[in-house]
Nanobody, 123 residues
């Protein structure tokens, strides 16, 4: 069982940056693929990025490629989402999630979820 807690959200101006950490409990963190998703009011949950258990493979949604970076520190049981050049359309509730599968890109592929952290980008 893995429990996930996101933090780091807030209000930022367009063009700014935020870094979202997601802390995981449990001894098996390093065996999970980790992902980030986001959801805006009235929209479905959207895949943002994923990273393999070793950190050697990553995958990004086209909408964030080149602006966001996912990374992990297995010694600290933490996965990060560095968000640069933020746009108003990045405004959403951001979730981290854990999966036993290799780099799934749909929410159905993830077994454990955090509660989310709100990111608001003003124009």
């Amino acid at each position: 069982q893995v429990q996930l807690v996101e933090s780091g959200g807030g209000l930022v101006q367009a063009g700014g940056s935020l870094r979202l950490p997601c802390a995981a409990s449990g001894r098996t963190f390093s065996s999970y693929t980790m992902g980030w998703f986001r959801q805006s009011p009235g929209k479905e949950r959207e895949f943002v990025a994923a990273i393999s258990w070793s950190g050697g493979r990553t995958y990004y949604a086209d909408s964030v490629k080149g602006r966001f970076t996912i990374s992990r520190d297995n010694a600290k049981n933490t996965v990060y989402l560095q968000m640069n050049s933020l746009k108003p359309e990045d405004t959403a509730l951001y979730y981290c999630a854990a999966s036993r599968s290799l780099l799934p890109r749909s929410a159905e592929g993830y077994d454990h979820w955090g509660q989310g952290t709100q990111v608001t980008v003003s124009s």
